[in-house]
């Protein structure tokens, strides 16, 4: 959590290597940022949300990807393209048209594909081919258009139209050999332990206990001018944040105040 010896501290190595106008202005902004965090966490949410909302989307974007799978003479695709769900899909004649058909078997409704727009086959001893079906806005493998088909390989980059996604090949399953008991209780314990954390309100959903800052330490005369805004009216007491609404990891943290510490400021833009 940040408080107001972290800023302490961070105040005192910032003046320490230079003390320009600047580098006292982006102080002046990460106590800003503090005071927003602490006591108007909504607000400061609000921002970042209108600022970073692609960011925000791009992080929780799975990788879109299609598996060929093949065992045992069986081919399967295993693909999370269906309602962002993995599924593994059989087909009798190991063929899967994509399109927005949902009789097909890859369905997806994108309005930029075509009713059946492209395939993928696999042949025996020669692998996966991706097949277009003369669709309105194309094929494309690593950028170039398909004219009619191209034999796929591990990693292919394929766009049919806006719909994106990585095509992987399962080329030969492997069986890995039986673990020592010693490996398999220390497996064992760790998930015994993480199911026992999340039963703990103090801890986070990855068993670290949530960062804490200690109000009742006294400042040092370094922090006192630095905390005042953090104080109650007519308090000498620094006010304890406000309850987090949802956990929000050191690494979180660091994230936020980069941004925030990458505004420019108004002498920058001039």
């Not at 190991?94 to 009713?115: E, T, Y």
């Not at 008991?181 to 068993?207: C, P």
């Amino acid at each position: 959590m940040l408080d107001s010896q972290s800023l302490a501290e961070y105040s005192s190595q910032v003046l320490n290597a230079s003390g320009n106008a600047e580098l006292e202005q982006r102080l002046g902004l990460y106590r800003v940022f503090l005071k927003l965090y602490e006591h108007h966490r909504s607000l400061l949410d609000e921002i970042l949300d209108l600022e970073n909302t692609g960011t925000k989307s791009r992080k929780h974007t799975a990788l879109q990807y299609v598996q060929g799978f093949v065992q045992d003479q069986q081919v399967r695709i295993v693909t999370n393209l269906l309602n962002g769900k993995t599924q593994s899909v059989l087909q009798p004649q190991s063929i899967w048209v994509i399109g927005r058909d949902r009789k097909m078997a890859l369905s997806i409704q994108d309005k930029r594909l075509s009713r059946r727009h492209a395939a993928i086959q696999h042949i025996a001893d020669q692998g996966f081919y991706l097949i277009d079906f003369k669709s309105t806005n194309g094929t494309f493998v690593n950028g170039e258009p398909v004219q009619h088909c191209v034999l796929l390989k591990d990693g292919d980059q394929i766009r049919l139209g806006s719909l994106a996604f990585t095509f992987f090949i399962c080329h030969k399953p492997k069986t890995a050999e039986a673990l020592p008991d010693n490996l398999i209780n220390q497996v064992n314990d760790a998930r015994h332990t993480y199911h026992s954390s999340m039963n703990d309100s103090t801890v986070t959903e990855s068993g670290l206990p949530y960062p804490s800052a200690d109000w009742e330490k006294p400042l040092t005369a370094d922090a006192k001018e630095t905390s005042i805004f953090l104080r109650s009216p007519g308090s000498g007491k620094a006010l304890p944040p406000e309850p987090l609404p949802y956990p929000i990891s050191m690494t979180e943290q660091a994230d936020i105040l980069d941004r925030f510490m990458r505004r420019p400021t108004p002498d920058s833009r001039n």
